[in-house]
């Protein structure tokens, strides 16, 4: 039942012509009273859109209930996707959003659905547990539990063999700094925008702006919270999400760098403060092949550390 307090604060805000603040002291009084979860999602919407609108820009809004109450989808041509997702960023204060690319499919809000049943806040906990920054010790600590669990278990004997069988490698200290390697360029641009197609007749790849890409407003502020909220990981050699987020915060502590694409398969951060120094490079070159197995891709670790001097963008990509 809603009360008169919360009935006064809906006059002023139908009354205020759609004033934002008027909007969100009507919200948290239907948060207190208990009000239905579809009201409270509009009230949400609404202000949403019109703080959008006071920062000029114009996306339509449909809810993403898959994700959070409070978790909003639109979608642009490939061409507008960095354009929008650096003016929405630039009000994530106003608007309490933080935003984020999916790419042209929604497969990673499928996942979501189907598969992910903890909750964003269960994973944030999670994620303020590991302390220790290096995603190495992470997963030895993850395979160690893992191997422990499923010990007396007779139908994952093979399965814990496998994991028996890693252990040596993710408790090697890993000392060796490799040479560096000149002429390697650094990433500039993302991938998600884009659609890649190969044409087989001419032998050439084909890069264009996808016809549509989808961008997710999450609610918070936060940007390494983004991986939580899509529970994102725990797939093929993937970490599982608490891990992404405790990554995502490390990297955002050091070098300001934050997620602007989650697809299903791949995660693209922009990099604020771009590594200057080699022996940093290639100290986080070893990071990021801890965290992703395939960042190397079919090169080395000095061909990667390269590739992360001076570059704007990280990619990562899990097959």
Not at 33 to 49: E, K, M, N, P, W
Not at 105 to 130: G, H, I, M, W
Not at 245 to 257: D, I, K, P, T, Y
């Amino acid at each position: 039942m809603v009360d008169a307090t919360v009935r006064e604060l809906e006059h002023r805000w139908a009354g205020g012509q759609g004033d934002p603040a008027a909007g969100e002291a009507y919200l948290r009084a239907l948060e207190r009273s208990g009000a239905d979860v579809s009201l409270r999602q509009l009230v949400r919407h609404q202000i949403l859109t019109a703080r959008l609108a006071t920062a000029g820009i114009a996306l339509p809004l449909t809810p993403l209930s898959q994700i959070d109450p409070y978790a909003f989808l639109g979608t642009v041509h490939g061409s507008q996707a960095m354009d929008t997702w650096h003016a929405l960023r630039a009000v994530v204060e106003e608007t309490g959003s933080y935003p984020l690319l999916l790419g042209h499919e929604l497969s990673v809000v499928e996942r979501v659905q189907n598969d992910s049943p903890r909750a964003s806040q269960d994973l944030l906990d999670a994620a303020d547990k590991l302390v220790d920054p290096s995603p190495r010790a992470w997963k030895l600590a993850r395979t160690r539990a893992e191997i422990e669990r499923l010990r007396d278990d007779p139908g994952a004997a093979g399965y814990v063999r496998a994991l028996i069988d890693c252990l040596p490698l993710l408790e090697r200290s890993d000392d060796d700094v490799p040479s560096w390697r000149d002429g390697i360029q650094p990433l500039v641009q993302f991938s998600t925008p884009n659609l890649v197609r190969y044409d087989r007749q001419t032998r050439r790849t084909h890069v264009e702006p996808a016809p549509e890409v989808h961008v997710l407003l999450l609610p918070t502020t936060v940007p390494w919270h983004a991986a939580a909220f899509l529970r994102w990981g725990s797939f093929n050699d993937c970490p599982p999400a608490e891990e992404h987020v405790a990554a995502h915060r490390l990297w955002f502590q050091r070098h300001e760098a934050e997620p602007v694409a989650m697809t299903w398969d791949v995660v693209e951060l922009r990099v604020g403060r771009p590594i200057r120094d080699r022996a940093e490079a290639l100290a986080m070159a070893r990071m990021h092949a801890d965290y992703c197995s395939d960042a190397t891709g079919n090169q080395d670790r000095a061909w990667l550390a390269a590739r992360l001097l001076g570059a704007p963008v990280w990619h990562f990509w899990w097959d």
